[in-house]
């Protein structure tokens, strides 16, 4: 078996190739293979002869257990090979289970027989990929049938309206979400905050869905986040637009010099100078942009450690010797959220599959930091909702973790982030 996550093979997807069939009949002439349509459910009936879908649907979402594709077969007979593949909604080729031996005894045929195959959603990768997907059937390498179907993202955390209150068509969204490095231990639950933060830019602060670039693991590299807030998005923004970026993933600091950096996907601890996107830059490039307005949440930390864990990110250097360096915002129109000060550590919340900075932050977009009942969050009251939930989970659990604000909220002239939905 292959994917395109290649380290991944044993982990993505558990394979299931089941072969159902009727006894084999000898016969004088082999009669014609028949293929039946491709099928699409949440299960199977499996039976002696011909197995049955349960709950045909094309359309899924990622609390669904899996996804079953079913093919019928009639007069089979002699040696064939089925394949199936799994496109994500990339158009990459996610999963194929290569070619699989159907052998029949010579001089004997099967005259009904099922063949299917399953992709694993709830608690498996694929969860981590909404959209439009499309399963492929191939017959002797010849293809017999592909099917569309849609993964729809369930968020069980926050409701998510279906309607938005309006679409800002100027207004652009970058969000960054690593869980899983080339060279860096793990973040937990990095994945799920990217595609619920795109859910809240897209249907609660009304950025349309084609502004929003949305980079995840092994798509989070240095030079595609880099190419986007350098290229793209100057080519295509206007000066009334408003850009809202996110990352969750790891940041360190160098420990050189202790200049912070984000961690791409491909990062490396040991060359952070070459393999980093140092947080000054970020901020440059954002000014560079000319737009109104640039919002930032980072759900990151500079103290060394691993986000949201304890396990040091680079070896032989004790995070409690790292000075973390100042960095200052030289535009008055970008506003930076941070998960905590520089020397905390950025806390998961287990209870919610949240990273807890992101968690309280999309409570507040949401509406829940209105506490004058305006019907707008302000960057204040978000701020100040964000701080105040954090400080008293974190020390529940043992910890410190303070949000902060950039530029310091006395010199910050408040805006509104979103609109209240209470």
């Given amino acids: 078996m292959r994917n395109s996550f290649g ?43 011909l197995s049955l879908p349960i709950e045909l649907t094309g359309t899924f979402n990622t609390q669904d257990q899996k996804v079953v594709a ?24 996610y999963l194929t289970t290569d070619n699989f031996l159907l052998e029949i005894p010579e001089g004997q045929y099967m005259k009904e027989a099922s063949t299917w195959h399953s992709l ?31 993964l729809n993202v369930i968020t069980q955390i926050d409701q998510i309206p279906k309607a938005r209150y309006k679409t800002y068509p100027d207004d652009w969204g970058i969000i960054i979400g690593i869980q899983e490095y080339s060279n860096l231990p793990d973040v937990d639950y990095a994945r799920k905050d990217a595609i619920v933060v795109k859910e809240y830019f897209n249907k609660i602060i009304g950025i349309p869905e084609n502004n929003i670039i949305l980079l995840i693991d092994t798509y989070a590299t240095k030079s595609k986040i880099e190419s986007y807030l350098k290229d793209y998005l ?58 109104q307005q640039s919002y930032v949440f980072l759900d990151a930390c500079f103290s060394g450690f691993a ?49 807890l900075f992101t968690y309280y932050l999309l409570r507040a977009i949401r509406g829940e930091a209105d506490t004058n009942s305006d019907n707008w969050v302000s960057v204040k009251e978000a701020h100040d909702y964000v701080r105040n939930h954090v400080e008293t989970v974190s020390r529940r659990i043992g910890t410190e973790q303070t949000p902060t604000i950039m530029p310091s909220m006395g010199t910050i002239k408040d805006s509104f982030i979103s609109r209240s939905l209470r």
């Fill in 234 to 291: 100057p080519r295509n923004v206007q000066k009334n637009s408003t850009v809202y970026v996110y990352f969750a993933g790891h940041g360190i600091p160098d420990k050189e010099n202790g200049e912070p950096y984000l961690m791409p996907h491909d990062g490396d601890t040991r060359f952070i100078s070459r393999t980093g996107y140092k947080l000054q830059s970020l901020y440059e490039d954002l000014e560079n942009i000319n737009v």
């Fill in 7 to 49: 380290t991944y093979v044993f982990s993505i997807i558990i394979l299931s190739i089941l072969f159902a069939c009727s006894s084999t009949k000898y016969v004088e002439k082999k009669p014609p293979l028949t293929v039946g349509n491709l099928s699409l459910s949440k299960d199977i009936d499996v039976r002696k002869t």
């Fill in 307 to 355: 986000s949201r864990t304890a396990e040091f990110l680079a070896k032989k250097v004790r995070p409690a010797l790292i000075h973390v360096k100042d960095v200052n915002l030289q535009a008055d129109n970008i506003i930076v959220f941070s998960a905590a000060k520089s020397d905390q550590l950025s806390n998961a919340h287990p209870e919610t599959e949240h990273g």
């Fill in 70 to 93: 079913l093919l019928n077969l009639s007069n089979l007979s002699g040696n064939h090979y089925i394949r199936w593949d799994w496109h994500n909604p990339d158009g990459n080729l």
């Fill in 120 to 150: 694993n959603i709830h608690g498996d990768k694929a969860s981590d990929y909404p959209g439009q997907w499309e399963v492929k059937v191939y017959v002797d390498d010849k293809l017999i049938e592909s099917r569309p179907f849609k």
